[in-house]
């Protein structure tokens, strides 16, 4: 069976592949296009295994909200170099999952790859871009988070994303992206020291006192000196304790309540590469 230039640019345009891969492919199959199709997928999933053992530093973080503002998510598409994480195609691709994880609020990140689209499920469909562009992919997170406002922010250069809930519609937009960038600045815990795990409040106070053990502080003063210690670590955790980055005098709860005294934060999602 014989094919022609036309046959080509249509496999491409349907698979993404390379104009030599798409040819290469046609003429194993013969000019066979659903045979063809299925070649460059198993090439896909035989590159995948190829590179499973490489490591997908790099890549892109979104974040993005509905239209109603109400449902925001952050998705992390990992890949090997810097130079694809930068490829147009690349960041396409992460916002058609983002879209989908936006359409179809998934639970969570298994449900996400699930889903599908194009009669494919996103997670074959990650793996089948291995194939085409030569790198290790890797859709390693997904966030969301519910609210009657939800306000995203992506730093430039698509490696720090974040989103963040608020409890009131209609919100000032400057607020909201001041709160975003302050979550993707100070990196806090929790937005308040109350919904800090109790763990995690457990093992700051064994940090501290092991290093006021290592200073010689007595070891009946410990737990005083730790929980001082700890207290000051909750004014850093905790985003609405935390100073405001645009007003070293106040916090970061001070400079919403200027703004309205019944607007609260009811949560938040961060995600950074080099985190």
């Known amino acids: 069976m014989s094919f ?3 046959d080509v640019v249509k496999l491409r345009k349907s698979t993404g592949a390379g104009m030599m891969d798409c040819k290469n492919a046609l003429t194993e199959a013969d000019g066979d296009f659903d045979r063809a199709v299925e070649i460059i997928r198993e090439r896909g999933k035989l590159v995948a295994s190829k590179r499973a053992d490489r490591d997908a530093t790099e890549g892109a973080v979104l974040a993005k909200v509905t239209a109603d503002h109400k ?25 058609q999952i983002l879209d989908a994880a936006l359409a179809n609020k998934p639970a969570d990140l298994n449900e996400l790859k699930a889903i599908v689209l194009d009669g494919r499920s996103i997670g074959e469909q990650v793996t089948e871009q291995v194939g085409i562009i030569g790198e290790k992919l890797d859709l390693s997170f997904y966030g969301k ?8 922010y992506i730093h430039p250069g698509n490696k720090l994303a974040t989103i963040v809930g608020f409890n009131k519609a209609g919100i000032d937009v400057q607020l909201g992206k001041d709160v975003a960038m302050q979550v993707a600045a100070m990196s806090p815990v929790a937005v308040n020291r109350e919904s800090i795990p109790q ?52 916090s970061v709860k001070q400079y919403i309540n200027q703004n309205d005294k019944n607007l609260d934060v009811t949560g938040f999602e961060r995600y950074a590469l080099d985190a």
């Open 4 to 6: 022609t230039t036309a």
């Open 71 to 95: 449902f925001g998510a952050i998705v992390v598409l990992n890949c090997e170099t810097d130079f694809v994480a930068k490829n147009e195609k690349f960041i396409a691709f992460t916002t």
């Open 145 to 152: 988070v519910e609210a009657e406002t939800v306000v995203p």
């Open 199 to 250: 763990q995690v409040i457990d093992k700051e106070m064994e940090i501290a006192r092991e290093k006021f053990r290592l200073e010689g502080k007595a070891e009946a003063m410990l737990d005083k000196i730790a929980m001082g210690a700890v207290q000051k670590w909750f004014s850093e955790a905790a985003l609405l304790e935390q100073t405001f980055v645009k007003d070293g005098k106040i």
